[in-house]
């Protein structure tokens, strides 16, 4: 209860500082002194929290009538004060803090029909009466959510409702693009329909800013590419890591409308998977989104028979917590298990069950051995090799044309291109969309990978690129040198970051990569190429694919400040016998 209750106290900061225009501390009523945003935090928000703990209902309700006398929009103090009403004994009050609460915007009317802190008033007749006007309410609260988003979003962007798509639309993208991420949103519904049967009541605000800039006017303290928030219903995507993060984010939105319609909470596990699933797709048709593999599949073959590898009941079992301190690793996993399934054609058939049996089997472990009619030991050795047969050979490159693909995308977007490299030599450039190589069509990395796997040191290839719609042709010639995976260097020795994330520099090998690009001992190094990295085998996983040349972007945090580096790695160098090099 607790934590449900923090949770929502919590959202009304969130829809203040993202969904809302910012809330202007006027007063009450007159006379009443203004509070500001600080104030308001600290001194309200906390209070009924500390108040919760201590089971003091009636002093947390007092504290959120504070609150609601500053702010009497609030639809979640409403709530939380209906229930702290209920749970103290005092009724009618708590029925009409309930329908302030609902009058307010507050419509998470399936977590309201379960809450036990509501018990003492649900058999009343007005409680009956208020959930009967759920679709009033619901319209009411999109035609607040609309008119705030306009006020709030529309100097600056485009702000669009599509009524249909359950969508509030608000992005500053040139039309063309803006068209092409509406056609995005309307395909993904399409395809998730047969999937998810419940769809959103309240409407979802996507956001796509044009820039990185302006996403990080919108989320500046996330290190991520885009993000779900499932209490706001808000969507933000940052469009320069690639449409498939709209496709990863929207599918996140539709599932849990699916789970608010059947009053459950899935795993993480099956949130993340279903979301990485869709992440590389191709399209067919009007309707239907084709899983395509990315960079999740070459992080789990390269850890698969490491101690990186976590055994899929374990994973199947964690919480958000343990799952995100693993993160690398258990997002690749889920990922290929859904795939896994989908590849048998039994993904439908597994949700459907799962959802039928939440009650007894929370974890999807009881349906996983029931759909494939397996325990899970032989589920996981069969799973793990058909991980190893699908990436094979594709991860198995002698050459390098030197450049870096976004890591969700419906299409091979180029993120950056090494200095000095075959691609560099040619003209790519960042934002490029590789179309065809030797007259093969690239729709994932995965392609790209598996052309290059066929390449031989010397050959040349033929590659059309995509450049402000607009095909351009070049032919690329690689080195006769053999570029063997694995062999970039960087010159660091790294040890686990105990009770932390990421991993902590402890030699930095002098004359190195790490040494001129000015890495530090003691530094922390927490992403490569925005891979997260829980353990040493993580580190190995990524540089398995490196070859000298290639230049590796790092978040590192030094002198408990978040800094960011560009290291171009080299090969390894002769040493004397008992000097260690680093990796």
């Given at each position: 209860?607790?934590?449900?209750?923090?949770?929502?106290?919590?959202?009304?900061?969130?829809?203040?500082c993202i969904a809302a225009p910012s809330y202007n501390p006027a007063v009450a009523e007159e006379g009443q002194a203004s509070i500001t945003e600080k104030e308001y935090w600290t001194r309200c928000l906390c209070r009924p929290v500390i108040s919760m703990r201590a089971k003091k209902h009636d002093q947390a309700l007092e504290v959120l009538l504070e609150?609601?006398?500053?702010?009497?929009?609030?639809?979640?103090?409403?709530?939380?004060?209906?229930?702290?009403?209920?749970?103290?004994?005092?009724?009618?009050?708590?029925?009409?803090?309930?329908?302030?609460?609902?009058?307010?915007?507050?419509?998470?009317?399936?977590?309201?029909?379960?809450?036990?802190?509501?018990?003492?008033?649900?058999?009343?007749?007005?409680?009956?009466?208020?959930?009967?006007?759920?679709?009033?309410?619901?319209?009411?609260?999109?035609?607040?959510?609309?008119?705030?988003?306009?006020?709030?979003?529309?100097?600056?962007?485009?702000?669009?409702?599509?009524?249909?798509?359950?969508?509030?639309?608000?992005?500053?993208?040139?039309?063309?693009?803006?068209?092409?991420?509406?056609?995005?949103?309307?395909?993904?519904?399409?395809?998730?329909?047969?999937?998810?049967?419940?769809?959103?009541?309240?409407?979802?605000?996507?956001?796509?800013?044009?820039?990185?800039?302006?996403?990080?006017?919108?989320?500046?303290?996330?290190?991520?590419?885009?993000?779900?928030?499932?209490?706001?219903?808000?969507?933000?995507?940052?469009?320069?890591?690639?449409?498939?993060?709209?496709?990863?984010?929207?599918?996140?939105?539709?599932?849990?409308?699916?789970?608010?319609?059947?009053?459950?909470?899935?795993?993480?596990?099956?949130?993340?998977?279903?979301?990485?699933?869709?992440?590389?797709?191709?399209?067919?048709?009007?309707?239907?989104?084709?899983?395509?593999?990315?960079?999740?599949?070459?992080?789990?073959?390269?850890?698969?028979?490491?101690?990186?590898?976590?055994?899929?009941?374990?994973?199947?079992?964690?919480?958000?917590?343990?799952?995100?301190?693993?993160?690398?690793?258990?997002?690749?996993?889920?990922?290929?298990?859904?795939?896994?399934?989908?590849?048998?054609?039994?993904?439908?058939?597994?949700?459907?069950?799962?959802?039928?049996?939440?009650?007894?089997?929370?974890?999807?472990?009881?349906?996983?051995?029931?759909?494939?009619?397996?325990?899970?030991?032989?589920?996981?050795?069969?799973?793990?090799?058909?991980?190893?047969?699908?990436?094979?050979?594709?991860?198995?490159?002698?050459?390098?044309?030197?450049?870096?693909?976004?890591?969700?995308?419906?299409?091979?977007?180029?993120?950056?291109?090494?200095?000095?490299?075959?691609?560099?030599?040619?003209?790519?450039?960042?934002?490029?969309?590789?179309?065809?190589?030797?007259?093969?069509?690239?729709?994932?990395?995965?392609?790209?990978?598996?052309?290059?796997?066929?390449?031989?040191?010397?050959?040349?290839?033929?590659?059309?690129?995509?450049?402000?719609?607009?095909?351009?042709?070049?032919?690329?010639?690689?080195?006769?040198?053999?570029?063997?995976?694995?062999?970039?260097?960087?010159?660091?020795?790294?040890?686990?970051?105990?009770?932390?994330?990421?991993?902590?520099?402890?030699?930095?090998?002098?004359?190195?990569?790490?040494?001129?690009?000015?890495?530090?001992?003691?530094?922390?190094?927490?992403?490569?190429?925005?891979?997260?990295?829980?353990?040493?085998?993580?580190?190995?996983?990524?540089?398995?694919?490196?070859?000298?040349?290639?230049?590796?972007?790092?978040?590192?945090?030094?002198?408990?400040?978040?800094?960011?580096?560009?290291?171009?790695?080299?090969?390894?160098?002769?040493?004397?016998?008992?000097?260690?090099?680093?990796?």
């Amino acid at each position: 209860m607790l934590q449900r209750i923090f949770t929502a106290l919590l959202i009304s900061l969130a829809i203040l500082c993202i969904a809302a225009p910012s809330y202007n501390p006027a007063v009450a009523e007159e006379g009443q002194a203004s509070i500001t945003e600080k104030e308001y935090w600290t001194r309200c928000l906390c209070r009924p929290v500390i108040s919760m703990r201590a089971k003091k209902h009636d002093q947390a309700l007092e504290v959120l009538l504070e609150i609601l006398s500053y702010r009497p929009d609030d639809a979640s103090c409403w709530y939380n004060a209906a229930c702290c009403a209920a749970i103290i004994g005092e009724k009618r009050d708590a029925l009409n803090y309930l329908e302030n609460a609902f009058e307010s915007g507050y419509v998470d009317f399936g977590w309201a029909e379960k809450d036990p802190d509501l018990d003492s008033i649900r058999k009343t007749m007005k409680y009956r009466r208020l959930m009967a006007k759920k679709r009033q309410y619901y319209e009411k609260a999109n035609a607040k959510r609309l008119l705030s988003v306009k006020q709030y979003y529309s100097k600056h962007y485009k702000v669009k409702l599509y009524e249909e798509d359950r969508v509030i639309f608000v992005s500053d993208a040139p039309e063309k693009q803006y068209i092409r991420l509406l056609d995005i949103i309307r395909r993904v519904n399409a395809n998730h329909r047969k999937l998810f049967r419940n769809e959103p009541n309240i409407y979802n605000i996507v956001l796509c800013p044009s820039s990185k800039e302006e996403y990080n006017k919108h989320y500046p303290p996330m290190n991520v590419l885009g993000v779900f928030m499932p209490r706001t219903k808000t969507l933000f995507v940052d469009m320069n890591v690639g449409e498939g993060t709209l496709v990863h984010e929207y599918t996140h939105a539709l599932h849990f409308a699916d789970q608010e319609g059947l009053g459950q909470q899935h795993p993480i596990w099956i949130v993340e998977g279903f979301a990485t699933l869709f992440e590389n797709s191709s399209f067919s048709g009007r309707s239907k989104l084709i899983p395509r593999h990315g960079f999740r599949l070459m992080h789990l073959y390269k850890m698969l028979e490491s101690n990186a590898f976590i055994p899929l009941k374990k994973v199947m079992n964690y919480d958000h917590r343990r799952f995100m301190a693993r993160a690398g690793a258990c997002y690749a996993e889920s990922r290929l298990l859904m795939y896994y399934l989908y590849r048998q054609n039994k993904l439908y058939e597994f949700y459907y069950k799962y959802i039928n049996d939440y009650e007894t089997d929370p974890t999807g472990i009881h349906t996983l051995r029931n759909i494939l009619n397996k325990p899970m030991e032989e589920i996981e050795e069969e799973y793990k090799a058909f991980v190893n047969y699908i990436g094979k050979g594709i991860y198995d490159t002698k050459v390098s044309l030197g450049v870096k693909l976004t890591m969700a995308a419906l299409n091979c977007l180029v993120f950056e291109v090494d200095e000095g490299s075959p691609a560099d030599e040619v003209g790519i450039k960042p934002g490029d969309i590789l179309y065809s190589y030797n007259g093969r069509r690239l729709r994932s990395s995965s392609d790209l990978t598996q052309e290059l796997s066929r390449e031989k040191p010397g050959d040349t290839a033929r590659i059309v690129i995509e450049r402000d719609g607009k095909k351009i042709k070049f032919e690329v010639t690689y080195p006769e040198e053999e570029m063997i995976p694995g062999s970039g260097y960087m010159g660091v020795k790294l040890t686990p970051n105990k009770g932390s994330e990421g991993l902590v520099v402890a030699y930095v090998a002098k004359d190195s990569p790490a040494d001129q690009y000015g890495l530090q001992t003691g530094d922390i190094i927490i992403e490569i190429d925005s891979q997260k990295l829980d353990s040493p085998d993580d580190f190995k996983s990524v540089m398995a694919t490196k070859v000298p040349g290639n230049y590796l972007r790092l978040l590192i945090i030094r002198d408990k400040k978040m800094l960011r580096k560009r290291i171009r790695l080299s090969k390894k160098p002769t040493v004397s016998g008992g000097i260690n090099p680093g990796v």
